[in-house]
């Protein structure tokens, strides 16, 4: 995540032309579907929890991950309207660019937490 948070900082208007790309074709919304599913499925397996600590902020990941993939295989039209609605002003927001690099910290945060405690 970490990787994908920084790739999107720095290559934001290739990543709005995919994104744009992306909900135009619905064998790929429904593969993303699945890749979501599959990865909140492998965190809520092997990382089942339910502490008053950090580490259920991994198992609360893997639960988003799955409703993401489920609300994209169930309800595309919902999933592809928020997020054309979310950048509606433009592909280049301000907020994005916070909300992405408040993203990063928080990735970074939860790899320090993971090797260090």
Known sequence: MIITTMSQLIR?????KMESNLYQNPGIVATTALIHLLLGLL?????????LSWRVIIT?????FVLKGANRLFFPEIDTRVA????RSGKHSWWVTIALILLLLFNLWILYMAFTV
């Open 12 to 16: 934001r208007s290739e990543f709005a």
């Open 43 to 51: 965190v809520i397996f092997s990382h089942n929890v339910w502490e």
């Open 60 to 64: 609360l990941g893997g639960w988003g």
């Open 84 to 87: 054309f609605s979310i950048d």
